[in-house]
């Protein structure tokens, strides 16, 4: 089992960057896929990015793709999404998760609370 919380969100300008990151704790992080999903006002959890459990294969929304990179530092239990290139369409609730298989269509079981992107144009 492990506990997650988000960090990093925050209000930047179209085409800016920011870097989320997911510090994780419990006593087997590494075994976990981990992920990103957001949730705008009204809408329902979408998928973002995933990254298995070595960091060695990534997973992408199309609509993130070449602009985000998802990545992890196992020694450090700690997910991130560089988010580059930003548009007022991720504007979101940006969320963490962590589960047994990665992808788009895996099970997440564990989540944080998360942190707010708000991107202006």
């Known amino acids: 089992q492990v506990q997650l919380a988000e960090s990093g969100g925050g209000l930047v300008q179209a085409g800016e960057s920011l870097r989320l990151s997911c510090q994780a704790s419990g006593p087997s992080f590494r075994n976990y896929a981990m992920a990103w999903f957001f949730q705008a006002p009204g809408k329902k959890r979408e998928f973002v990015a995933a990254i298995n459990w070595s960091g060695r294969i990534t997973y992408y929304a199309d609509s993130v793709k070449g602009r985000f990179t998802i990545s992890r530092d196992n020694a450090k239990n700690t997910v991130f999404l560089q988010m580059n290139s930003l548009k007022p369409e991720d504007t979101a609730v940006y969320y963490c998760?962590?589960?047994?298989?990665?992808?788009?269509?895996?099970?997440?079981?564990?989540w944080g609370q998360g942190t707010q992107v708000t991107v202006s144009s």
């Open positions: 998760g962590a589960g047994v298989v990665a992808g788009p269509e895996g099970i997440y079981n564990y």
